[in-house]
């Protein structure tokens, strides 16, 4: 008979009445009152409370509740648990436990969820030896949950199998992301806010579980959301493989093997398909940086390779030609196109593999070691590093590239899952983005046309691959006319050439490649490209100081964009404008650009990496305006945007730092200023390498807010 589980199932301790020695543990007699609730019996116990069994009369249905330890009752905690609770209420998701109500009663907190029927995952993994696919699609499920809370500005913070409840119909729950609500500061400032100190008063702890921390919360560092995708990925590979990735056994043991890349290989783990192994192992990669872009594409990843490979299908035999057979009798077709079919199944690898090849003509061996040749030249100690990074980045970006091709074939060859209409859009959308890559790499390869200091931050500006997947968004665009097909996408081979020239600093020589492309652009007459020439062009002439002609590009770039119904393009349009209205000290102007893109941001559903530009560009005109909190606030809205969309180790991460430092600096605030510095730093090593210049100016930072005189002395 299945039981009763609720969103602290994952606690183990014992609800039999504390003693003495366990202080004012928060223990309510069966029948006492919360609020409106009637206790009926302890479910659970840990470290941050209690949870019971309530009835709740208004309702007439029962209740979890779990209620905060008295001990824990400090004003940080309390806020915390509340805000939590409220975050969670808002979220509503088939994959989340349901938040019904929270309060305080004679300073106790509480939060009432709903009752889940069933077992956590970890009880439900034991019952029986179950087969990948089937433990696979559970935890899938929970990822989903995860992502959800993840576009809520939520991280759990502590995932593992015993925080997911599996219902009597298969339906998975993620529950208890009672630990951490949303990005925040790392484990010495937490303790610091909620009044633990260093003489050992009160006892320091570790969010999240041995085993399934990530290595940041094991050096008690800031944490986003990277942190869930690595619990995740290692309770996947707990379930699948039945034991800990990393072992469990060490704090310090344990975040050397996982900094070491040391997995433990059980016999299962072996017999796990590669193509599933090799998903895992990204999302524990010991740099946040390395793993997937998010949550949300880390699980159709997963979910797509779970799914049965093409050979699987071509021996089903009879049973395949039924099934497929039967699905092309309900559209009406003939046998003979039955028999068709089932031969287009058999050769599907043909179909959608051809990803691969894709990708080898613009990133084989032979470019390789051009770029490596063209960046080392030099011969100095960071060229090196550069071309790992560099490396590093590119391998990431196709390997994700081609999963996405074939997400975007088998969706329609192989699933009928969406039209040949919308594959065609998104596999051009994709092919847009490689033409990217290849001119991204056609640059790197030219001896000193990119500058070492750009090299490894170019490919950090490589276009978002989620947009190809927005099936909304990919319709809504007027699709050029049939007759200009060919020249709309020659043409944009151009713009790619033209963007990568910003990217690289060579901000003459883009100008002189949009210019004559907007008078093409316009002659084809077909919007969403001259728009984005337009704003090529705008962003060109920003960046040469010729801001009123930016200004007039880029407001004739937003009206283009409009008319060609292209939001994604839209936002990034508006948020430029921003820019440039701020170096114009039009600061009221810029304000309604910032309004129109969050609207258009709106529009699209919300989108990370463009959100995290706006709020970035707000950031730097409330500075320029003279209000330095306004810009604090906006720098850190960026960081979070930032980190959802591509993780803690990102670039611009750093600059948004960078610019809090200066506004900390410039207000008196050395010591706070000098933690931000410290924190670009760590990031620009790990993304840009070793004796980056940025580096060094940030070097030079961090001692001028360590120096009494430099504490003196504001920068420019």
Known sequence: MAQLASATQTWSGRCAEPSASDGDAPWIERGASLDRYTVLRC??????????????????????????????RGEAYREGLVSEARALARLSHPNVVAIHDVGVVDGQVFMAMEMVEGVDLREWLAQRKRRWPQVLSLFVQAGRGIAAAHRNGLIHGDFKPSNAIVGPQGRVRVIDFGLVSKPGPSQAEAERACGVGDDGASPRRLAGTLGFMAPEQLRGEAIGVAV??????????????????????DRGAVLARIEAGQVTLTAAARRLPDRIRRVLLRGMSADPARRYPSMDALVSVLEARARPRWRRWGSAGVGAAVVV??????????????????RSIVAAPEICSGGGDKVAEVWDESRKEQIFA??????????????????RR?????????????DACAATRVRSEQSEALMDLRLSCLDRRLQR???????????????????????????????????????????????????????????VQGRNLLTAGRFDEAVSVFEPAVARARALAYAPLTAEALLGLGEGQRMLG???????????????????????????????????????????????????????????????????TLEHNTGILFQHRGDPASAVTHYRRAIDRYQQAYGERYPLVAKARYRIGQVLEQTGQPEQARVEYEQARVIVVTTLGQGHPIEGLLFEAIARTSSPRGRSEAPP
């Open 43 to 72: 479910l659970g116990s840990g470290g941050f409370g209690v949870v019971y069994a309530a009835y709740d009369p208004a309702l007439d249905r029962q209740v979890a509740v779990k209620v905060l330890r008295p001990d824990r």
């Open 228 to 249: 869930d995708q690595f619990s995740f990925c290692a309770s996947v590979y707990r379930g699948l493989c039945g034991g800990m990735p990393f072992g469990a056994d």
């Open 325 to 342: 057979g039967g699905a092309w009798l309900a559209l009406g077709s003939t046998p003979s196109v039955v028999k068709v079919q089932v």
């Open 374 to 391: 063209a960046l080392t030249v030099a011969g100095t100690p960071h060229a090196i590093a550069t071309w790992w990074q560099v490396k």
């Open 394 to 406: 590119i391998d990431d970006y196709v390997a994700t590239w081609r999963d996405a091709y074939q």
């Open 437 to 495: 890559v290849a001119a991204t790499t056609e640059l790197l390869a030219i001896p000193g046309k990119v500058g070492l200091e750009r090299a490894a931050m170019i490919t950090y500006f490589l276009p978002d691959l989620a947009e190809c997947a927005d099936a909304a968004g990919l319709r809504a665009v007027v699709p050029p006319p049939p007759q200009a097909r060919e020249s709309v996408e020659r043409e944009r081979i151009v713009l």
């Open 546 to 612: 010729r801001h009123d002609q930016a200004r007039t590009s880029l407001f004739e770039a937003a009206v283009v964009a409009q008319s060609g119904r292209d939001d994604y393009l839209l936002a990034r349009v508006w948020s430029a404008l921003v820019e440039v209205e701020t170096v114009r000290r039009k600061y009221e102007r810029g304000l309604e650009w910032a309004a129109m893109a969050r609207a258009t941001l709106e529009r699209l559903g919300g989108v990370p990496a463009l959100a995290a």
